[in-house]
């Protein structure tokens, strides 16, 4: 069965570029009517199709669609006529490789178009305008711990031939599934072609996200946030990346070096009944962040804790004096212990006689 030309399909309707006897020869569409089925029943396996937004159909199809001058890529309107309120999504075909009489949706499909397996579902071909904008928002705030939003979108888009305002499509992630709604198309209001073409994307704030409160600039309005003194919406994904940036710059910062926080051992002592006593460490001035008062270090376990050195404001300690060692030539007393030698009284061997 073939029908006229669809409210969706942009290059259709009008007629040939040529004319034949005459008159003027309407374009033809392709429309069936098929049992829907979940890819998950696929006879070959293919449950990865259930993440993307393209479909099975019969070889049968692909006979008559050849013979059609059809606008390529191949993209089909979906239809479910027998629900209480007309259901349709947009698609693009994956394979001919479905039995006759059958088509494979995703799963997201089945439960936007509210099919049941065996249910039956109108497929039309159009032709839709390329995108250039879509508004996205995820169904769960678990979205917001990907690291990379956009490197995710990009490989799960790539599954996708059409996107449909009110569709909620399913990806798959780090086997994990997001749920994403579609907002809104430009050029078209209502579905859009984003198969080779420059797509731009914007998101909503998720689904039972709440915006800090204490991070809400004062005088600003709930639903925008000043990040690096630009007033941005808050409904980005962007601006919680960026939030989570500034919370670790903010993290580095405060973390600041202090030098010589180690202690000291001296070698040897100028004085011997000193020699064992506990041997003083430097007192550490730490950064702090108004530094007046000095940090001291915690000692380790096992080490003596040392007497700090005081010394007034101005002062400059070039070390204590000098003690040299018994016996050495800058000894004070090594004069006297010389002279100390000869303090003796002499006697000689003969007596010198008196005249």
């Known amino acids: 069965m073939f029908a006229d030309d669809d409210s969706d399909n942009f290059g259709f309707g009008g007629t040939f570029g040529h004319r034949q006897g005459g008159l003027h020869m309407r374009q ?46 191949m993209l089909f309107k979906l239809e479910n006529d027998e629900a209480a309120t007309s259901k349709r999504t947009h698609c693009g075909v994956l394979e001919f490789t479905a039995e006759e009489g059958r088509v ?21 071909n159009v032709a839709l305008l390329h995108g250039s904008l879509v508004k996205l928002q995820p169904q769960s705030t678990d979205f917001l711990d990907i690291s990379d ?30 749920r994403i709604a579609v907002l809104e198309t430009k050029p078209s209001p209502s579905a859009i072609n984003i198969v080779e073409t420059d797509l731009s994307v914007d998101f909503a704030a998720p689904l039972g996200y709440v915006e800090p409160s204490a991070r809400a600039p004062s005088g600003a309005s709930s ?65 702090t962040p108004d530094n007046d008062a000095p940090a001291t270090e915690t000692p380790r376990a096992g080490q003596d804790q040392p007497v700090p050195l005081d010394l007034p404001i101005g002062t400059l300690f070039f070390g204590y004096d000098y003690v040299p060692p018994p016996g050495s030539e800058l000894d004070d007393n090594a004069d006297t212990k010389e002279a100390d030698k000869f303090k003796g009284k002499g006697q000689v061997l003969r007596q010198r006689r008196k005249r």
């Open 28 to 73: 033809r569409q392709f429309s069936r009517y098929y049992s829907a089925y979940p890819v998950a029943a696929h006879p070959g396996n293919k449950a990865d199709a259930n993440y993307g937004g393209k479909i099975f159909m019969p070889a049968s199809a692909l006979e008559e669609l050849s013979r059609l001058e059809i606008v390529y890529p």
């Open 149 to 178: 939003h956009r490197a995710v979108l990009e490989n799960a888009l790539r599954k996708f031939s059409a996107l449909t305002v009110g569709d909620i499509v399913t990806i798959e992630y780090n086997n994990r599934e997001y």
């Open 104 to 124: 494979y949706l995703p799963q997201w499909m089945m439960e936007t178009l509210a099919l049941t397996p065996g249910s039956p579902v109108k497929v039309i």
């Open 223 to 287: 639903n925008s946030m000043a990040v690096d003194g630009i007033s941005r919406p808050s409904s980005s994904i962007a601006k919680d990346i960026r939030q989570k940036e500034e919370a670790a710059k903010s993290e580095i910062s405060s973390t600041r070096f202090a030098a010589f926080r180690g202690s000291g051992f001296r070698l040897s002592s100028a004085n011997k009944d000193k020699a064992d006593a506990p041997i003083p460490a430097p007192r550490s001035y730490a950064s």
